[in-house]
């Protein structure tokens, strides 16, 4: 049974633009997030991370929004660059628990 | 080293045939987690250690998946005669976040093994 869910298995956007990416988890005991950018032939690399005390976290043009009622957070991009592209997946866990729970990934694709 | 690395990048087994998978994490990184990763899917974990510890190992599908970190550093995969569904990249990542603690460390994924079970 998924416990984090990615349902839009691509997106396309222009460079310079917004790209955001969304994930839906069903665990209410979930409160540390993350998001992992993948390329092809590579391992994930570590994006960004949010715990349940914040519903938001920036790091240079990443951000990452919670909302813990609606158990859903999202990955905004801005402004997309043409090495953006990649597959990004969303992770969540208990703050105590030992395996993160990985959707199935959004593959974003920046079009120059 | 600068980052995870994982041995063999690419394996190719016979049905029934043991393998060994290899993973060296960041030098220091307390946490190492084992993942498989199907085709389509995303990483689903294995096994967790803290130092040489196997604390979690809930993941592993079936006994003939063992793994161990003796000295709390490199750790090894190992998958007793295998069988097709086995086929899948497998993921090590270590961190320096305990499990438990409050910090706000991210984990760092190795590049992976592609096993192929023909």
């Known amino acids: 049974d998924q416990q984090v869910k990615q349902n839009s298995p691509s997106l396309s956007v222009q460079e310079g633009r917004i790209s955001i990416l969304n994930c839906d988890y069903t665990?209410?005991?979930?409160?540390?997030f993350l998001w992992y950018k993948k390329y092809p032939a590579e391992g994930p690399t570590f994006l960004i991370s949010?715990?349940?005390?914040?519903d938001k976290n920036e790091d240079g043009r990443f951000t990452v929004f919670l909302n813990k009622s609606a158990k859903h957070l999202s990955l905004h991009i801005v402004p997309s660059q043409p090495g953006d592209s990649a597959v990004y997946f969303c992770a969540a866990s208990e703050w105590t628990g030992n395996q993160f729970y990985f959707g199935t990934g959004t593959s974003l694709t920046v079009i120059p | 080293g600068a980052g995870v690395s994982q041995s063999p990048r690419y394996k190719v087994a016979k049905r029934g045939q043991d393998v060994a998978l290899r993973c060296d994490p960041i030098?220091?990184?307390?946490?190492l987690f084992w993942y498989q990763q199907a085709l389509g899917q995303g990483p689903e974990f294995l096994t967790y250690?803290?130092?040489?510890?196997?604390?979690?190992k809930s993941g592993l599908p079936s006994d003939r998946f063992f793994a161990e970190r003796p000295e709390g550093s490199v750790s090894t995969l190992k998958i007793q005669r295998t069988q097709q569904e086995d086929s899948a990249v497998y993921l090590c990542?270590?961190?320096?976040?305990?499990?438990?603690?409050?910090?706000?460390?991210?984990?760092?994924f190795g590049s992976g093994t592609r096993l192929t079970v023909v």
């Open positions: 030098s220091g990184h307390v946490s």
């Open positions: 990542a270590s961190s320096l976040r305990v499990q438990g603690a409050a910090s706000d460390y991210g984990y760092t």
């Open positions: 949010i715990s349940s005390i914040k």
């Open positions: 665990n209410s005991m979930f409160d540390y």
């Open positions: 250690f803290q130092n040489e510890a196997q604390l979690d």
